[in-house]
Structure formats: structure tokens, C-alpha cells
């Protein structure tokens, strides 16, 4: 009995152990398969993280080769860059000579717009002047009775007569200026160069009011008398001088030249040619020289230019002069 009883505690304890390995059996079984479903799990989520892993590797791929492009985008943005900001300094630059070129252009403009207005001018005052109307001067009538001689104007007696009955003169000028002949006539004479001016426009009224084919200058020679005109009976004439006729349809302009004498002072006198002198034609121009205060030939312009400088020249068309050493023209 005492055995059995043992023995039944045996059972039961057997039985109590039992069940409870059964119990720790059955959790740990749970939880090897909560263990497998977690690895499940974990190589469902590793593949996944594999195949991102592999997708980010390709980004990554694609985000070093949008990089390295970027970078070589960057460079050649950066050398662009560099070459538009030293084109936008050098256009810069250009600006400012530009802005400063359009100033002295607007200056230039400027100069040119009084200059041009000058230039009309003088023109004008040329024109006017080579071309002056004397019919209503009263010392033309006397010039015309007592010096025109059919188609010849003596002009030593016109210039006589200027002297002598009208009480013309030689007026010095300091400040060397062109008068007008209308000024001349008002101041009754003026320098060498109003002289020349006023007998130029004097031998062209009558050479278009009279037709006119010849003026008589004189000359000197010895032994010869040269006739100026009669008052009465009493002729007047210059002693040791003859006679001269110059052509004008053969020298028909009428320029002046101003030249240096005795390397001291400065003259002007009257030429006659058969073209209007300028610079570059003075050394090949025909032309014939005259005094305008008294009406002697003074010779040919060819070896006159033999002795002399000339460094002003003054005729309808313009007036030039010599400057810099007398080697420059304007």
C-alpha cells in the first residue's frame, strides 16, 4: 500500500513534470515558429533591401554620371562664364572709348556745323566780293571815259585815277584782316590785300559789263613813256615805262597770292591764270603777275616761284594757306 502510494507520487510527479516540459515544449515550439516566421520575415525584407540596395547602386550609378556631368556642365559653365566676363569687359571697355569717341564725334559734329557755316561764308563772301557790282560808285563813269579803250581797260590809269582824283590810298592793317570791297571803297583804300581784292572785282565788272578781251599793264623800260589818260590838253603818263597787254580770255581767273619779301614782311598782288590756282596745281598753272596799287607787270608766276614762297592764296573759289613750316595746306 505504502508503495503504491509511492509509487502513485512518482506518477504524478512524473505526470507534473511532464506536463510541464509538454507546456515549456509547446512555447519553445511557438516561438521557433514565430522564429522561422521572423526569418521569413527577415529574408523577405533582406530581398527586399537587396533589390533596393541594388536599385539604389544604380541610382547611385546614375547620380555619379549626372554628377561628373554636372561637374563638366559646371566647368564649361564656369569657363564661359570666365570668357563672357571678359568679353563684357572688353565690350565695356569699347563702351567707354565708344562713349568717349561719340563725345569728341559730337565735338567733331559740332566744329564741323560752324566750319561749314564758315566755309558758306566765305564762300559767299568771296563770290560777292570778286563780283562786285560798281555801277552806282561814282568814280566808274571816270574809269570808263578815260581808261576803256574799246575792248581794253588800262588799268594803271584806273588806278591812277582812284589815287589822284579820289584820293584812294594805301591803309596798313595790324590786324591783317580781308576787308570787303564795299569796306574798301567806304574807307577809300586799304593793305596790299584789300588793293588786290578790290582791282580783281574792278577788272571782272568790266570784264562782264563791257566785254572786255585785254587790260594794259606797264612795265618798265627805260626811254619809253606809258600813257594813262588825257584831262584837257594835258596827257599823263608813267616816264621809263612801256606798255603791256595781258589776254583774258586766255588768263580769265582771277586769284590773289601772298608771298614773303625780303624774308621780313609779307605782300599780296594779283594773279591772272588760266585755271583757278590752288596748292597742287601752282607749279603747273599759266599765269601772269600784276601789282593791284599801280597796275605794273610784275611777270610770270614760273619764275616768280623761282624766288619767292607763296603762303596764302585767295580766288572765288576759296582761300588756302600755308602752315607747319609752309609745307602743309588747309
Not at 554628377?67 to 568679353?87: A, C, G, M, W
Not at 582812284?162 to 593793305?191: P, Q, R, T
Request: with cysteine.
Amino acid at each position: 500500500m505504502r508503495f503504491s502510494f509511492i509509487l502513485l507520487i512518482i506518477l504524478i510527479s512524473i505526470s507534473v513534470l511532464y506536463f510541464q516540459k509538454y507546456e515549456e515544449a509547446k512555447e519553445l515550439y511557438i516561438k521557433l515558429e514565430n522564429l522561422n516566421k521572423t526569418i521569413e520575415n527577415l529574408e523577405i525584407l533582406n530581398s527586399e533591401l537587396l533589390n533596393k540596395l541594388e536599385n539604389l547602386s544604380i541610382k547611385y550609378e546614375n547620380l555619379s554620371y549626372e554628377y561628373k556631368r554636372l561637374e563638366d556642365l559646371y566647368s564649361n559653365l564656369s569657363l564661359e562664364y570666365k570668357n563672357l566676363t571678359e568679353q563684357y569687359n572688353n565690350l565695356k571697355s569699347m563702351y567707354e572709348i565708344l562713349k568717349k569717341e561719340n563725345e569728341e564725334y559730337k565735338k567733331l559734329a559740332m566744329y564741323y556745323e560752324i566750319l561749314h557755316n564758315l566755309s558758306l561764308e566765305r564762300h559767299k563772301f568771296l563770290s560777292e566780293n570778286f563780283n562786285y557790282d560798281f555801277s552806282s560808285k561814282p568814280f566808274i563813269k571816270t574809269v570808263k571815259d578815260k581808261c576803256l579803250l574799246e575792248n581794253k581797260l588800262n588799268l594803271p590809269c584806273a588806278i591812277n585815277i582812284l589815287k589822284e582824283k579820289y584820293s584812294y590810298k594805301y591803309i596798313s592793317d595790324k590786324d591783317d584782316e580781308l576787308s570787303s570791297v564795299e569796306e574798301f571803297i567806304n574807307k577809300k583804300g586799304g593793305d596790299c590785300e584789300d588793293w588786290s581784292l578790290f582791282v580783281s572785282s574792278l577788272i571782272n565788272y568790266f570784264v562782264r559789263n563791257y566785254k572786255i578781251d585785254y587790260i594794259i599793264l606797264y612795265e618798265q623800260k627805260i626811254g619809253y613813256n606809258f600813257y594813262l589818260y588825257k584831262e584837257g590838253d594835258i596827257e599823263y603818263y608813267y616816264q621809263d615805262a612801256t606798255s603791256k597787254n595781258i589776254n583774258l580770255i586766255e588768263y580769265k581767273y582771277q586769284n590773289i597770292i601772298c608771298y614773303i619779301r625780303n624774308q621780313t614782311e609779307g605782300h599780296c598782288i594779283i594773279a591772272l591764270s588760266n585755271e583757278y590756282i590752288n596748292p597742287l596745281n601752282l607749279n603747273k598753272v599759266k599765269a601772269v603777275l600784276l601789282e593791284p596799287q599801280s597796275g605794273e607787270y610784275i611777270g610770270n608766276l614760273k619764275e616768280f616761284l623761282e624766288k619767292n614762297i607763296i603762303y596764302i592764296i585767295i580766288n572765288e573759289l576759296d582761300i588756302y594757306y600755308r602752315q607747319r613750316g609752309w609745307n602743309l595746306w588747309k
